[in-house]
Nanobody, 126 residues
Framework: QLQLVESGGGLVQPGGSLRLSCAAS????????IAWFRQAPGKEREGVSC????????YYTDSVQGRFTMSKDDAKATMYLQMDGLKPEDTGVYYC???????????????????WGQGTQVAVSS
């Protein structure tokens, strides 16, 4: 069974850091494009970062560029999102996702992803 399990969310003060993890079971990450999305209350799900299957390039949405770092460990079948300099507007539920059908990810199109984690809550507040 193909499954993604996230961990690492929590409450942090502005300027703080969190590291999200997403462990895959039933498949390896090196064959697919992978991404992190987030959804704030009352807003649509938006792409945060992704890694292309085609060339391994990493992309970030403008609002997190320079503060977030996405990485993966193929041997552990785990992807990570290191979040530094957190702001209140980063608050939301964060989801990891995998697409088995698309090679390019930088458009951050949610319907292109066919496997999703359960989500982990990130709250940035003083």
């Amino acid at each position: 069974q193909l499954q993604l399990v996230e961990s690492g969310g929590g409450l942090v003060q502005p300027g703080g850091s969190l590291r999200l993890s997403c462990a895959a079971s039933g498949f390896t990450l090196d064959r697919y494009s992978i991404a992190w999305f987030r959804q704030a209350p009352g807003k649509e799900r938006e792409g945060v970062s992704c890694i292309n299957r085609s060339d391994g390039s990493t992309y970030y949405t403008d609002s997190v560029q320079g503060r977030f770092t996405m990485s993966k460990d193929d041997a552990k079948a785990t992807m990570y999102l290191q979040m530094d300099g957190l702001k209140p507007e980063d608050t939301g539920v964060y989801y990891c996702a995998v697409t088995t059908g698309y090679s390019y990810c930088e458009a951050f199109v949610p319907y292109e992803y066919n496997y999703w984690g359960q989500g982990t809550q990130v709250a940035v507040s003083s």
